[in-house]
């Protein structure tokens, strides 16, 4: 049996996969998976979200669409196990559990991957290095369940530790800890709300960091710094008027080979200044957790919602509310839209003193504006995924 946490998105939105540094938190909230060997070379799937039991012969797994797709996250951590030069277990029988909340922007996909692959290689008699794993069941998502997600999900719930935020430079990937100062707390509230299109538009955009990033000659956006990054806006703005705001021409638009129409610069360089200016708060969010500057770090994470929010358009009014309410609430150091947007949740960092009470009245000033109340959970920090 394995557990594996979900994780909350710290700081550090869409930096993943530009190369960039990332802080989240794995959280007191699970997926376990149970399994038990079969001789005969089935493999059966059951969740306790459902009654369905899904069967695979061992050969070749297959991807499912419709309500048993939640089985591709075991699916492709097994098709990645060879493709790591792994065993995989041939027959069993599997059982997932949980009490994590799906939809949430706390990555229950990564949790339920992680258990899966712990299981798997244990049945298998495999033991690989922690980043072996983490990075076999970011490729299972990638390659098998096909969102271009980045390291940060995985990892974190990989790497977790109790009373510690994870961070990430991805571009290793190198995974380290970062001790979270006394009396911080996480709120999350869930809103529900998820934008049909939520898997396509996280695509769109990945790749229009990518195109930026071709824009500003450099393999990923990571490698430019804010400094850079300004000098070739001002560069564009005088090259172009219409670009920097002036009107009367169209804007300048990038050539693309393929045949997706061409983006706008100031759209790309926009999306850079996100992801650019979001690497560098990551950073300074580091060094203000290491002198227990909560205030400062709070003052990060709603600059962070900010950035999302103008520059990234990757918020939506429902997380901006929420944001607005909270910010401006006593005891709360920051807050901002945790995962990667178009709905979900929102995190806030407070003291010990916001309590149920308070956290009821932004959810009801919520409710008054929405229709429908967001739900509230107070989390805390705990170990990554393990064994059991
Ligand atoms: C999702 C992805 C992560 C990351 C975030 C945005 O959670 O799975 O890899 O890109 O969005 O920061």
Known sequence: MARAPGRIEFIGNHTDYNGGTVLGASIDRAVWVA???????????????????VEQPAAHPRKLFGPASWVNYPLGVLAALPEFKLRAPAGFDYLAASDLPIGAGLSSSAAIELASGLVFLGAAGEDPPRDTLVTLCRHAENHFVGVPSGILDQGVSGFGLKDHLVFIDCRGPRFDTVPLPAGAHFWIFNTHTKHALVDGLYAERHRECMEAACLLGVKLLADVSPAELALVAQALAAADPAFAGGGGSPPAVVNTAGGTPALPQATLLKRARHVIEEIARVDAAVIALRAGDLTEVGRLLTASHRSSQLLFENSTPELDFLVDTLASQPHVFGARLTGGGFGGAVMALTDGTFGEAQAGVVAASYGKKFGILPDILHTRTANGAELK
């Open 35 to 53: 399994l038990a060997r079969r001789a005969d070379g089935l493999r059966r799937f059951r969740s306790d979200r459902s009654d369905e039991m």
